[in-house]
């Protein structure tokens, strides 16, 4: 008798609570705003390894870069990075890359 009204009063009264509330990886409940910090992590963490990869990428090729192209590279926003990682494909000279951050910084 006590489970069925445990569980009645478990779909009942904290339906709304159950439905919005997930496991994370250990089968811990999870509240939606701790998922939504942890993706935003996730982004960050991405956005900065590719700001990081390009950065590493531009040094390999033209050697150090310097404080003022560094800072230019870091002020670009995330879609920048990304436009910047495929041009500098492209790029024959250091000119190329600070042609493009006029352009595009």
């Known amino acids: ?3 069925g009204l445990a569980h009645m009063m478990k779909a009942s009264t904290n ?3 159950w439905s919005v509330i997930r496991n994370d990886r250990y ?3 999870e509240s939606p705003l701790i998922s939504k910090w942890r ?3 996730r982004l960050e963490g991405k956005e ?3 700001l990081q990869l ?3 990428l531009l040094t390999h090729r033209y050697g150090p870069l310097g ?3 560094t800072a230019d590279i ?3 926003t995330a879609a920048q990075v990304l436009d910047l990682a495929a041009a500098l494909l492209d790029f024959t000279s250091r000119d190329d890359l600070e042609q493009w951050l006029l352009q595009h910084g």
């Open 1 to 3: 008798m006590w489970e």
């Open 48 to 50: 900065e390894g590719q």
């Open 39 to 41: 993706e935003e992590g």
């Open 67 to 69: 404080a003022v192209l």
């Open 15 to 17: 339906a709304p609570i």
């Open 27 to 29: 089968g811990i409940p």
């Open 54 to 56: 390009v950065l590493r």
């Open 74 to 76: 870091e002020a670009l």
